[in-house]
């Protein structure tokens, strides 16, 4: 059981993981129900179309025909300052790729606020300078800094991909070699390293306090 004292230090994370966790699992519930009732989709999957735009360029008036690309069968573009591409009647390979352009973002950031949870309860329950704790902020930091190259790696080549099936052009839309540096400064890359250089913190608390323990 937490202890007031204990609960005190974990605030206002506690209230910010416990927001944002309520909101993740509404929307995860939304989006299935508009699923089910056919007005949405989980991912590309569902009677909705495919839409994504062109990265890196904006665009004045005129036809999309006027800047190099052109529509495949099945795709409409649209122009409103940026390139829009759309399939009403996605493929699978299309769904798929579209999926890897959310979900795996929506992964991580889940399993970052798991972890968040488990860094607040143990710290209520048993203080803040315990070893575990410290691994789990290890964990913790690998994750963001880890996840968010991986995720902007995905997410770059996939949309690379979906674009290449919509659009007739000999182009790489998405930059896959910046793409994951981009992603990861600096907030990610900060954050991280905050979360190891704490838990390096926290273990020399811990070590100290079972030394304090050992000779009393």
Request: charged share 10%; aromatic share 6%; with cysteine.
């Amino acid at each position: 059981m937490s202890t007031p004292e204990h609960a005190k230090l974990t605030e206002p994370l506690r209230t910010v993981t416990a927001v944002f966790g309520g909101v993740l699992l509404l929307a995860v519930a939304a989006t299935v129900v508009f699923t089910v009732v056919g007005t949405g989709s989980v991912g590309g999957f569902g009677n909705t179309a495919v839409c994504v735009t062109r990265p890196g360029a904006a665009y004045g008036g005129g036809l999309p025909s006027h800047f190099g690309v052109a529509a495949r069968p099945g795709t409409t573009l649209s122009l409103n300052g940026m390139l829009q591409a759309c399939a009403a009647h996605p493929t699978g390979i299309q769904r798929v790729l579209y999926t890897l352009m959310s979900l795996p973002s929506a992964l991580v950031w889940a399993g970052v606020l798991f972890l968040l949870w488990r860094v607040i309860r143990e710290a209520g329950r048993d203080g803040p300078f315990r070893a575990h704790i410290a691994v789990t902020m290890r964990r913790l930091g690998w994750l963001i800094i880890a996840g968010s190259l991986a995720v902007s790696a995905v997410q770059g080549f996939a949309l690379d991909e979906l674009l290449n099936t919509m659009l007739v052009a000999q182009d790489h839309f998405g930059d896959l070699i910046t793409a994951p540096v981009t992603g990861l400064l600096p907030v990610p890359v900060l954050a991280g390293a905050a979360l190891l250089t704490f838990a390096r913190i926290i273990r020399l608390g811990a070590d100290m306090d079972d030394e304090i323990k050992g000779t009393v």
